[in-house]
């Protein structure tokens, strides 16, 4: 059974900053591709990171330079390091792993920037 569990989420003012996790279980972690993706009431699920196996990072292009995606193997877990906040990166924040042909999700973390 794959278990994602997200934390870290929060009520920020403009220009602070965030770290969210996820703890992910039951997968052999090291070897998969991870992402982050949020979503805002009524609209899609949008991609915002990804971490390789190898380490290699992708961001979407809104995020570029303001957040970091990192992980930890031997804590089953990835990281989303958020700077410089804005408040159109509110959104429920999820991480997802695709596992023999199907997504996982956790339940998600509320990242609200605000002043």
């Known amino acids: 059974q794959v278990y994602l569990k997200e934390s870290g989420g929060g009520l920020v003012r403009p220009g602070e900053s965030l770290r969210l996790s996820c703890a992910a279980s039951?997968?052999?972690?090291?070897?998969?591709?991870l992402n982050w993706f949020r979503q805002t009431p009524g609209k899609e699920r949008d991609y915002v990171a990804q971490i390789t196996s190898g380490g290699l990072t992708n961001y979407t292009d809104s995020v570029k330079g303001r957040f970091t995606i990192s992980r930890n193997n031997a804590r089953n877990t990835v990281y989303l390091q958020m700077n410089s906040l804005e408040p159109d990166d509110t959104a429920m924040y999820y991480c997802n792993v695709n596992y023999k042909g199907r997504a996982y999700w956790g339940q998600g973390t509320q990242v609200t920037v605000s002043s």
């Open positions: 039951g997968i052999n972690f090291k070897i998969f591709t």
